[in-house]
């Protein structure tokens, strides 16, 4: 196999990488909202639970969450098959796990923010909703951008573990023609790819950044 | 009639460990000046954050223009008015912060319109003709387009003013409103509550500048450990007070 056929057939796993990428952001950025109001609730049970959930979600392996989720359906209830589209059960997976990661930040990012600004937004009337909406989310969302960027940028080494359910992404590809090859060479095409799409979540991520610079 | 009544409030922290207004009683008419003076932790803060709402009372009554904000039920403890009631009484009433708690993210001429628009429903061409025209008032025309964090503290300060006065309140509070400033800037904010008080807007001001409070305010009241321990014409408690806390209060302000 010449190195160009290597790198035309990785590129088809890649489509599927960025699709965990894409779709894993899509889902968990506002789950783990969802996490951290739960998590920071007044009522002590809803609180409890969602800490320990989160805790469960952070303190064990992600690939061990994605074998649990692919397969644990299956050795539940035994008439039901593993999913023929792997990509379902990955996305559920890689978005829970990162709306963990989130919740986390966000909620750091909330606890951040000075008590006066919700004194002044309520004294002006504001109801509690528009006081989230306007006053406080848009400038945690400043305060927390360089740690999501981290959780970005490690998430795009993360859909590499996909291939512990055998979903053809980008790293299983990769394994299967460096076990069919006996060559080392697809791995070093997959850390090259790895490496450029970080290259571009920086980019990206640093434009973002800098479009939130006109204040303070 | 009053524009601000308050009954008996009782306010306590820490399980009732802490009494920090004992007993306060305070009306306030309509275009009154009202200057409160006294040493750190005398409850001026609470009072103030009792009477706009920021915390809440354990016993008395709060009223705006006649309406209740709260009122004390058989057992002497305060009970809130509803929701929609609340909002009602909100817009009625501004406070001026002492770290002014501008919004960083928004423009001064947001912080100045947003409000107006999202609370009260005004239109936004409504709402920036009132902001340009407050802003021009406060010498800040040019700064509209600016972010609070580009202002000095006194700039802020003014924007905070005017922000409150976007709401169109009936009556305004200040907390210690140039505590924050270099002493070379406070001359600007004392100047602007000047004028307002020259357009006869309902004010509750808490300071530490005494002759400002002798010169401008229609009233001053001396708290001390949670009780109004003198009130009265300006001149006479800040110039010929009759209480002996008073005078030595005062005394500290006289040597420096
Ligand atoms: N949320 C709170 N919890 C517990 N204690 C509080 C709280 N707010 C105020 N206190 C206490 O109440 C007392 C009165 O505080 P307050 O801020 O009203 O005083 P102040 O007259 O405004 O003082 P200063 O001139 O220093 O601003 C202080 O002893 C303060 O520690
Ligand atoms: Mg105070």
Avoid: W
């Avoid at chain 2, 409150?164 to 400033?181: G, K």
């Amino acid at each position: 196999m010449t190195l160009s056929t290597m790198i035309l057939k990785m590129c088809e796993g890649l489509g599927s990488t960025c699709a965990i990428f894409f779709l894993t952001l899509l889902f968990s950025l506002p789950l783990g909202m969802l996490f951290a109001l739960l998590r920071m609730s007044k009522n002590k049970v809803v609180s409890s639970v969602m800490r320990f959930i989160i805790s469960v979600l952070r303190g064990t392996p992600l690939m061990l969450q994605l074998l649990a989720v692919t397969y644990g359906p299956h050795y539940l209830i035994n008439d039901l098959g593993v999913a023929r589209n792997k990509l379902i059960p990955v996305v559920i997976a890689f978005a829970i796990n990162y709306a963990a990661y989130f919740a986390e930040i966000y909620r750091g990012g909330i606890d951040s923010m000075p008590v006066g600004q919700y004194e002044a937004a309520g004294v002006l009337g504001y109801t509690k909703i528009q006081t989230f909406m306007r006053i406080i989310l848009p400038q945690v969302v400043k305060r927390i951008m360089p740690s999501i960027t981290n959780e970005v940028v490690t998430l795009v080494k993360d859909t590499s573990i996909a291939f512990c359910v055998s979903y053809e992404e980008l790293f299983t590809i990769g394994k299967q023609i460096a076990n069919s090859q006996t060559s080392f060479t697809p791995f070093l095409i997959a850390g090259i790819f790895y490496f450029v799409f970080n290259g571009l979540v920086d980019v990206v991520m640093g434009r973002i950044e800098k479009r939130m610079d006109y204040y303070q | 009639m009053n524009v601000l009544e308050i009954k008996n409030v009782k306010k306590s922290f820490n399980d009732s460990q802490l009494h920090v207004l004992k007993d306060i009683s305070l009306t306030v008419a309509q275009g009154e000046v009202v200057a409160i003076i006294g040493p750190s932790g005398s409850g001026k803060s609470t009072l103030l954050r009792c009477a706009t709402l920021l915390t809440q009372m354990d016993s008395g009554d709060l009223l705006y223009s006649g309406d209740y904000a709260a009122r004390n039920n058989d057992q002497g403890v305060s009970v809130y008015a509803d929701k929609q009631q609340l909002k009602k009484i909100r817009s009625r009433f501004g406070l001026v912060f002492q770290n002014f708690n501008l919004f960083p993210h928004f423009s001064v001429l947001k912080n100045l319109t947003d409000a107006p628009i999202h609370v009260l429903g005004r239109s936004k061409e409504e709402a920036e003709k009132k902001a340009m025209s407050l802003l021009e008032k406060m010498g800040l025309a040019d700064k509209a387009d600016a972010y609070p964090c580009q202002l000095s503290g006194g700039q802020q300060q003014r924007v905070a003013i005017a922000r409150a006065l976007a709401m169109e309140p009936e009556i305004l509070f200040f907390d210690e409103p140039t505590s924050a400033l270099d002493p070379e800037l406070t001359g600007e904010i004392l100047k602007v509550i000047r004028q307002l008080a020259e357009e006869h807007m309902t004010m509750v001001i808490v300071t530490h500048e005494m002759s400002f409070a002798r010169d401008v305010a229609d009233r001053v009241i001396f708290m001390d450990g949670g009780v109004i321990v003198e009130q009265g014409d300006p001149k006479e408690v800040i110039s010929n007070p009759k209480e002996e806390r008073t005078r030595q209060f005062l005394s500290r302000f006289a040597q420096n």
